[in-house]
């Protein structure tokens, strides 16, 4: 009982762990010069804090877990244990879920046939923007074709396609599914925001689906590499 304990909490202090050091996707860029004029900087100041905002809801949210936890923990210890992994690996994306979202599909803004040339990739750079793009306006969990993104995802360019976590991105049309603090809120926003025009410079087009449909997002397969966690060694048992 005790060696069992003790593997679950150190389980669930890497999974709190991982669900803290949640950021935003980026690319290595050079440093630029700022040359945002006053009202793009009140936009993004406003951005930022209704991300603060959405941070600060999160924390008291997992506080509220650990005070379940807390009040249970003398009842029934490992079926609290067992209701806050299930409910973190739910959280940072290791289940699959199905539930009322939005899709967005990217396919090429004009065919090969038209213009001559070989139908356009969607790169990394462009896929990092618009994914950081739906995150500051409120989108919770999201999978790009069948790659769930979660907080250690990687996305790169390898000999001029796309990678996410470590898998080739699928060729056009793709489909993005998410779900969203306020889905209605995020698809009015969408259809005025300028990563519409970044698309189309790129020579492809953004279609989104009405907000509130049925999606369904995948489970994260892959494993999670946490620097400085490990979980402890089912072999060692407390003396």
């Known amino acids: 009982m005790g060696k069992k304990l003790h593997i679950n909490l150190s389980l669930i202090t890497i999974l709190f762990g991982f669900m803290i050091s949640t950021q935003y996707l980026t690319v290595k860029n050079p440093v630029v010069k700022e040359t945002r004029d006053i009202n ?11 991300i603060q905002l959405q941070l600060i809801s999160e924390n008291r949210k997992y506080d509220e877990q650990l005070l379940k936890y807390s009040k249970s923990n003398n009842e029934d210890p490992e079926s609290a244990i067992k209701e806050v992994i299930q409910q973190l690996e739910k959280n940072i994306g290791l289940t699959e879920v199905t539930g009322k979202g939005i899709t967005f599909t990217i396919e090429p803004l004009f065919g090969e046939e038209l213009l001559g040339e070989e139908v356009p990739q969607l790169s990394s750079e462009l896929l990092v923007r618009f994914l950081n793009e739906i ?26 396609r796309t990678m996410v976590n470590n898998s080739q991105l699928a060729d ?13 809120k995020l698809y009015k926003t969408l259809q005025v925001s300028p990563i519409i025009d970044d698309f189309a ?4 087009q953004l279609k989104i689906s009405k907000p509130n449909i049925k999606v369904s997002l995948p489970s ?19 003396k």
Not at 139 to 145: E, F, K, N, R
Not at 172 to 184: K, R, V
Not at 201 to 204: A, Y
């Open 201 to 204: 410079i790129e020579n492809l």
């Open 220 to 238: 994260f397969d892959n494993d999670i590499k946490l620097k400085g966690l490990s979980p402890v060694s089912s072999t060692k048992e407390k």
């Open 172 to 184: 056009l049309p793709l489909t993005i599914s998410i779900f969203a603090i306020d889905s209605n």
């Open 135 to 160: 995150k500051m306006l409120g989108a919770t969990d999201i999978a790009v074709g069948d790659e769930r993104i979660i907080a250690t995802t990687g996305i790169r360019e390898v000999n001029g």
């Open 40 to 50: 793009k900087l009140r936009d993004d100041l406003k951005k930022e804090q209704e």
